[in-house]
């Protein structure tokens, strides 16, 4: 597989996913959730956000000593303190970036920033220059950059790439976008700014409409080489593009995507539940991957199909996301297969006429009760 398919995984579960209401993390836990994304080769972590609190700094300054394969990412606004805040968390990460951005829509600009585009513009010039002073690795986000026009955005990310920017993302900040929409914007960018090539595309989206790994994969299809994303999907609002879903799509169609990553995939379910167990954020039975029933199978012709070959319901192994193996639920629509079969792993061996009878029991409480 050509190096133009390796996608980067930037993990922003610190950064984006802790903005989720409820998911904060002390010190201690972000920085067992840094190891655990590091072991499983994760290629940049944003650990936070050095400006925001003295904790965030801290964390960040914390993960930057101990983490050593992944960048580490600190993210500031297009402001000059913040940008020193970023630079000196980061300064102790053997791979460190600077993560800094702007708003480019016009709503954005207007009501929020107050700005006007050309002060915009200049304002990205300045801040990745001088982010540049700090580290060579600098990515700039157009934030809200799936509803910026399109002649504006094109002059953004070439100043951006002109100051020194290696990375550019575009955000889908709102999770408004349609996947053919936000392809549309990076081929749009690809064909028209002259200095694309010097910069890496990236994808970061939000799941309002439940799109943002469609789009997320939509981006990269259309040219975007990293993707931004956290464990379990958490985030602002609906959440961002959740990396287990994002990886284990790659994974199982690699006829349709025919992209390589550094993730070891046996690894998902256990980041994902320390996750979970750190925040205390229940991920919900019937989610992608993680989720509890992910691999469960409780109607009978499934189970009867699972355990004759697993593929016939399985488009994936348990074992590829670290789970032994899968879940045969016991319930009213279960067959006298995987009855069979749950009583063997039990322990237990019946006869015919014991087994029917059982069976019969069985079905009996279970149309009355879970
Ligand atoms: O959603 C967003 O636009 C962001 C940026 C700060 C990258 O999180
Ligand atoms: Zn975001």
Known sequence: MSEQNQIIIFDTTLRDGEQSPGCSMNLEEKLKMARLLDEMGVDVIEAGFPIASRGDFEAVEAISREIKNATVAGLCRAVKRDIEASADAIKSAPHKRIHTFISTSPLHMKYKLQMTPEAVLEAISES?????????????????????????????????????????????????????????????????VPNIDKAILSVHC??????????????????????????????????????????????????????????????ITKVSRTLSSITGFVVQPNKAIVGANAFAHESGIHQDGVLKHAQTYEIMTPESVGLTRSNLVMGKHSGRHAFKSKLEEMGYTLGENAFEDAFNRFKDLADKKK
């Open 128 to 192: 990745v220059s001088f982010a540049r002073n700090f580290t060579d690795d600098v990515e700039w986000s157009a934030e809200d950059g799936s509803r910026t026009e399109d002649d504006f955005l094109c002059r953004c990310v070439e100043a951006a790439i002109a100051a020194g920017a290696t990375t550019i993302n575009i955000p889908d900040t709102v999770g408004y976008a349609m996947p053919e929409d936000y392809a549309a914007k990076f081929i749009m960018l690809r064909k028209r």
């Open 206 to 267: 939000h799941n309002d409409l439940g799109l943002a790994v469609a789009n997320s994969l939509a981006g990269v299809d259309a040219g975007a080489r990293q993707i931004e994303c956290t464990i379990n999907g958490i985030g602002e609002r609906a959440g961002n593009a959740a990396l287990e879903e994002v990886i284990m799509a790659m994974r199982t169609r690699p006829d349709a995507m025919p992209y390589t990553n550094n993730i070891k995939t046996e690894m």
